[in-house]
Structures are given as C-alpha cells and as structure tokens.
C-alpha cells in the first residue's frame, strides 16, 4: 500500500501507474484460501483508501467484487499455476476496476463527489500493471512458499 501510494505515484505519470494492490487481491483471489483472503483484502481495501485519500469505500467494495469472482471462477475452472494467464486476469480485472469505479458511484449515488480519470488511460495503465505483475507475481509465489520451505525443529 504505501509503495502504491509514495514511491509509484511519483515515478510514474499520473495516467501509467501499475496498479500491485489489484494483483494482490488476483493473487489471493486464486488462491483457495476464502475467509483469510477476504480479511486480508478488506485490510489491504481499508489501508489502500486511507493513504490515498478515497473515501466512501468505493474501492473496497471493488476489491471484494474481484476477490468474490474470483474465488467462484477458481471453484468452477481449473486456473492452474500459468502465470500469462494469471496476467491475463489482471488485466481484466484492472478493465472491469475502470467499469465499475465509473458506474457505481452513479449507482451508489454519490456520482458528484467521485472523480474518476478518463477512458484512454484504461489499456496503457492495464499493460503496465501486467507487466509489473511479472515479477511481483513471482513474488507473492516465493513468500507463500517460504514457511513449506522451513524445515521441521527436531526434538
């Protein structure tokens, strides 16, 4: 969260930031972990709106719309560990995150108070998150993996 909202935002223009919170929620979206993957979206929602400033929860509410979908897209097909394919999920999700950030406030009614960025940043934003998605994917992979890799205490 804070390198999303200190370092990325002023190393890279306002319309071309990658956007490594979205593929933390795909991460755990993918993974079969549903109670402790939902808090740990719901923190990660929270902390996200804080530092940024977003109010209104509209950006948890995103975040729990794609970690929901995802979860019942894992139960219903085989994701597999194909990493392009996980990309290619973040890149629909950050798609369907240009969606809905665009129509729910219209929804929720507090259309005047939400100002979302045009329309034309949406594919270059989305190509960049995917490719910063490369190596965080790889990542988030090595982190999990690290308390199977601790061998066990001997006695």
């Known amino acids: 969260v804070l ?17 490594p919170m979205l593929i933390f929620v795909v991460f755990l979206g993918t993974r079969p972990h549903l109670i402790s993957g939902a808090a740990l979206v719901g923190v990660c929602a929270l902390l996200y709106e804080l530092f940024s400033g977003i109010q209104g929860g509209l950006v948890m509410i995103v975040y729990f719309i ?13 994701i597999g560990d194909a990493l392009s394919f996980r990309l ?8 369907l995150q240009a969606l809905l950030t665009g129509l729910l406030p219209f929804l929720l009614g507090v259309a005047p108070a939400v100002v979302f960025p045009p329309g034309d940043w ?7 998150t995917s490719l910063v998605g490369w190596p965080l994917w790889i990542l988030f ?7 199977r890799m601790t061998p066990a205490p001997k006695s």
């Open 66 to 78: 794609f970690f929901f979908l995802l979860q019942a897209l894992t139960r219903v097909i085989l």
């Open 3 to 19: 390198l999303q909202t200190t370092w990325i935002t002023e190393i890279f223009p306002p319309f071309l930031k990658p956007d």
């Open 141 to 147: 992979r090595k982190v999990e993996s690290l308390p």
């Open 88 to 95: 290619l999920l973040v890149f629909g999700a950050l798609l």
């Open 122 to 128: 949406v594919l270059a934003q989305a190509a960049v």
